[in-house]
């Protein structure tokens, strides 16, 4: 049986930077506040004339050059967003175009923060029953689109983005173990109401600020704790290895507290896990890939390393994985 690695990765982030004492102009909010509650000290927002796809085919074309691949080897392009460019079509298949990536079929994929790693779920599936040699995933998001910046609770959390990385098939496994799960029985917790089709754009639904983030942080807030634990441990479980065996923690890059909470549960030391949540805030489906990015550029990924990532997002979904390098 075939078994799927990650080849190359790459990430692409607006030059533009808020930091939080720009937000203290806009909202009755506190640098020490932001720093001491989530860790975040500045986030990346985009400019008006660019969209989720130019950030994704950025950080696409990064990550096919570091596979060593060419875009014609692309067997298929899977985009984990909650802030596509359009409805449709797809914005994988906007990519698709830029990167002239013509042998690859697209599709956009919804699962919240925990998207990427649903993408590379799938992305191995494809590779090992043969449909694809190469899949590219891409996690990527213009959340300040919908962050409602009059709302102190979620403006301040949130940051624009992209991560990619390229999955190929592999003699030695790459990808150990992976593990998806979802509850939407509390999918109100975290939600944007308008603009689907229960509550399409009115002139009221813009007036109620209704296609705004809404977020009920303090219960998202313990879901995720346990269940980034939880999901640790199952899929650190299916490869057979202990939190001892991990050379590098990547937490899903949403508060600083939530990762330690996780973390010391875990009983992971502190050199072991990845933060950059201080310059990017939260960035959905990007976090984790752009994350994945920064450490391996940045050396903390070796060969024969071994990562761990764990995700937790709207729906609500989770998702953890664990990948040798
Ligand atoms: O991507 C996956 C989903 N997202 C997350 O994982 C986010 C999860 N949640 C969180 O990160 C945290 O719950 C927050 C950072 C959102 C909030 O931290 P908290 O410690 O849970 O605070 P809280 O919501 O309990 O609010 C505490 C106080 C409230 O005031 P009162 O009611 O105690 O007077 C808020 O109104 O802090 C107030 N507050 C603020 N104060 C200053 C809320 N936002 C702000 C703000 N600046 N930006």
């Not at 967003?81 to 599709?107: E, M, W």
């Not at 549960?265 to 959905?284: A, C, H, M, Q």
């Not at 890939?289 to 995700?311: C, Q, T």
Request: aromatic share 8%; net charge negative.
């Amino acid at each position: 049986m075939a078994s799927t690695k990650i080849s190359g990765t790459g990430s692409s982030a607006p030059e533009k930077v808020m930091t939080n004492f720009d937000f203290e102009k806009i909202v009755e909010t506190s640098d020490e506040w932001i720093r001491t509650r989530t860790g975040i000290a500045q986030r990346h927002i985009a400019e008006e004339d660019v969209a989720t796809s130019d950030m994704a085919y950025e950080a696409s074309k990064k990550a096919v050059e570091a596979a060593g691949i060419d875009p014609m080897d692309l067997g298929g392009i899977i985009l984990a967003t909650v802030t596509p460019d359009h409805f449709f079509p797809a914005t994988a298949c906007l990519i698709q175009s830029r990167l002239g990536a013509k042998n690859a079929f697209g599709y956009d994929l919804s699962a919240g923060c925990s998207g990427f790693v649903y993408g590379v779920q799938m992305g191995q599936g494809l590779i090992e029953t043969g449909a694809a040699e190469h899949i590219l995933v891409i996690g990527a998001e213009t959340m300040s689109r919908i962050m409602d910046f009059e709302d102190r609770a979620t403006c301040v959390l949130f940051g624009d983005g992209a991560g990619a990385a390229v999955l190929s098939r592999s003699e030695i496994p790459g990808i150990m173990s992976l593990y998806l799960g979802a509850n939407g029985d509390d999918w109100e917790l975290l939600h944007m109401p308008g603009g689907g089709s229960r509550m399409p754009p009115t002139e009221e639904s813009l007036r109620q600020r209704q296609h705004y983030i809404k977020m009920k942080g303090n219960d998202v807030f313990k879901e995720a704790v346990k269940t980034m634990e939880s999901s640790s441990i199952k899929v650190l479980m299916k490869a057979g290895l202990k939190p001892d065996d991990i050379d590098l923690f990547i937490p899903h890059q949403a508060n600083r507290r939530i990762m330690e909470a996780v973390r010391k549960r875990l009983g992971i030391p502190t050199e072991k896990v990845f933060v950059n949540v201080d310059r990017y805030g939260n960035t959905s489906s990007a976090s984790v890939p752009i994350a994945l990015d920064e450490a391996v550029r940045g050396g903390r990924v070796n060969d024969g390393d071994l990562v761990l990532f764990s995700v937790f997002g709207a729906g609500f979904t989770w998702a953890a994985g664990l990948v040798r390098f």
